[in-house]
């Protein structure tokens, strides 16, 4: 019996075109690989020169940063390394609640006219240069920290922080409202069905069940404020320094990097010093990255 | 016999939609009361309004009273207290995100519960009765949403006997579970009936002669009928529909 509709034939054309698109597809899924390992590899061949003259330890463990010495330049970026791990560390500590926070309280608390204009005034906040942040912590921060606190200097690891955490957070309440809006509403009507208060709804089964999400929008967050580079070199005072308190001024990777590089000729040790310091701080990331996968997937085995 | 719920002339709105159109009945306690009528007749919206999940869905309104115990449910000062009372089973199965363990713990863990001894036994107890304890007792930390479409409802109904209601509400709980499993939980159902009071919404016309003292017919937010068993599916129901829902003929 002859099938009522026709079947059609398809052309050599038809195939060749296929063929074609599936390996832009191809191309298209594997070119982030390419584009990561080809920025790593270029930030590494500027800087791979200076290795063979380089003393590790006293790359990564000595604070003394003397580039432009015309007599002995010292290299060690010890100093640089905890300026950004402790901006970094108490900008989160800042953030995470607050963030947090922040998306419980505009996913569960909030409805209707509240709602929309948090959300937008919120990604307001993220549309905010960097540039402009720092201007913040120069012109406005620093005055506010020196008569609350009654120190000598307003530019520290404590300013800086404050608008890491500032820039962080509107990231991590839109990532994180988004993950507990896709949690379903029948696993709340579940809960409370259960008789489980709001706040009993909200960490023992809306934080369980948004968990990756939350944990990825704290790593955004951690990922801003690694990066982040106009607005710590204008906040943290930009001194070289292991501080003692949250009121020394520090110095950061990216703020070295910024303030450096356009001054060096190309080639130079300190030019590939800088590259180096480039690739000290992609592996951060990475490491911090693999390590939320980690997480993740441990999560998920549970 | 005691009154557990009482119903009066209850008007339920979704936005300017009317669901009930003032519809009263008693429901008294330690038995099985059976809801049927076909789709859209406002049997889960009823269950809502009981347990006041009905709230959080935006736009929703009611008018009339629903006591519980006697206590008007819209005016309770503990709302959980309420919730807590009743049990409901959905008719899709919601395991939540939690481990098979920590689902059936979660109400008593609510209500301050810590103790690891009674938890035990006390999971142990409603899986029993829920069905569930053999195919689940090796592998009680993993994820309840792992479970098979069947074994999360039975899971949901465990959770819903693990805060001891006093009323278990099973919205068409045997939709996603086969014939033997539901006798066996049918069986449990009788029993569980001197320690409370069971609502049972149904399509499954026969599930409810089974097991039903009373049957309330209810169509498009009327009660056509509600009359002990013994009436509604006999051959002389007071209204001639209830004769040909309950038989097939139309609905």
Redesign the interface.
């Known amino acids: 019996m002859k099938p009522a509709v026709p079947r059609a034939s398809r052309s050599q054309l038809a195939i060749m075109v296929e063929r074609v698109i599936e390996g832009l597809v191809y191309i298209c899924g594997i070119s982030a690989i390419i584009f990561v390992f080809g920025i790593f590899f270029f930030v590494f061949k500027e800087g791979a020169p200076f290795l063979a003259k380089l003393n590790f330890t006293e790359f990564f463990f000595s604070k003394e940063w003397i580039p432009t010495s015309s007599v002995q330049p010292k290299y060690g970026i010890g100093a640089l390394i905890v300026g950004t791990v402790s901006v970094t560390a108490l900008a989160m500590l800042i953030a995470v609640p607050f963030g947090l926070g922040a998306a419980v309280f505009v996913s569960e608390f909030c ?1 209707g006219k509240t709602k929309e204009t948090l959300k937008i005034t919120i990604e307001l906040l993220a549309a905010i240069p960097s540039v402009v942040w720092g201007f913040i912590g120069l012109s406005v921060m620093s005055p506010v920290i020196i008569s609350v606190f009654h120190v000598p200097v307003g530019v520290n690891l404590l300013n800086a922080a404050l608008l890491l955490a500032l820039m962080s957070v509107p990231i991590m309440v839109s990532i994180g409202e988004d993950a507990l809006k896709a949690v ?14 709001k706040w ?1 709804l909200i960490y ?2 809306l934080i ?2 948004a968990k990756n999400g939350l944990l990825a929008a704290v790593l955004l967050g951690v990922g801003r404020a690694i990066g982040e580079t106009m607005a710590v070199l204008m906040a943290t005072g930009h001194a070289v320094n292991i501080p003692d308190s949250i009121f020394d001024p520090v110095r950061t990777l990216t703020a070295t990097i910024a303030a450096e590089l356009g001054e060096t000729s190309h080639g130079s040790p300190h030019y590939q010093v800088l590259f180096l310091i480039g690739v000290v701080l992609f592996s951060i990331t990475a490491v911090v990255n693999l390590a939320a996968d980690f997480i993740v997937k441990g999560i998920k085995r549970k | 016999m005691t009154k557990k719920i009482q119903v009066e002339n209850l008007r339920t709105f979704y936005g300017t939609k009317e669901v009930h159109h003032g519809i009263s009945f008693d429901i008294e306690q330690n038995e099985i009361f059976a809801i049927i009528g076909p789709a859209q007749s406002g049997k889960t919206t009823l269950l809502r309004a009981i347990n006041r999940t009905l709230e959080f869905t935006p736009g929703t309104k009611m008018t009339g009273t629903i006591k519980v115990d006697g206590e008007d449910v819209q005016k309770t000062r503990d709302v959980y207290g309420l919730r807590r009372k009743i049990g409901m089973v959905a008719p899709l199965p919601v395991g939540l995100p939690l481990t098979i363990y920590d689902n059936v713990a979660f109400a008593p863990r609510s209500s301050g519960i810590n103790d690891k001894g009674f938890l035990d036994a006390h999971v142990e107890k409603c899986l029993r009765q829920s069905a569930l304890w053999d195919e689940v007792k090796d592998r009680l930390d993993s994820l309840g949403t792992k479970l098979s479409g069947g074994q999360q409802q039975r899971l949901t109904i465990a959770r819903a006997l693990s805060h001891q209601p006093e009323i278990l509400c099973l919205d068409e709980f045997s939709i996603a579970i086969d014939p033997v499993t539901t006798m066996r939980i049918e069986d449990v159902l009788k029993e569980l009936k001197k320690e409370m009071t069971i609502i049972l919404v149904t399509n499954l016309v026969q599930q409810a002669r089974r097991l039903a003292a009373r049957t309330m017919f209810l169509w498009n937010g009327d009660i056509i009928e509600l009359d002990r068993n013994e009436v509604m599916f006999s051959d002389n129901t007071k209204d001639k529909r209830t004769y040909e829902y309950v038989n097939g003929i139309f609905g």
């Open positions: 409805t379903p509403d029948s696993y709340r009507e579940a809960g409370i069905a259960l008789g489980a208060t009993q023992r089964v369980p069940a």
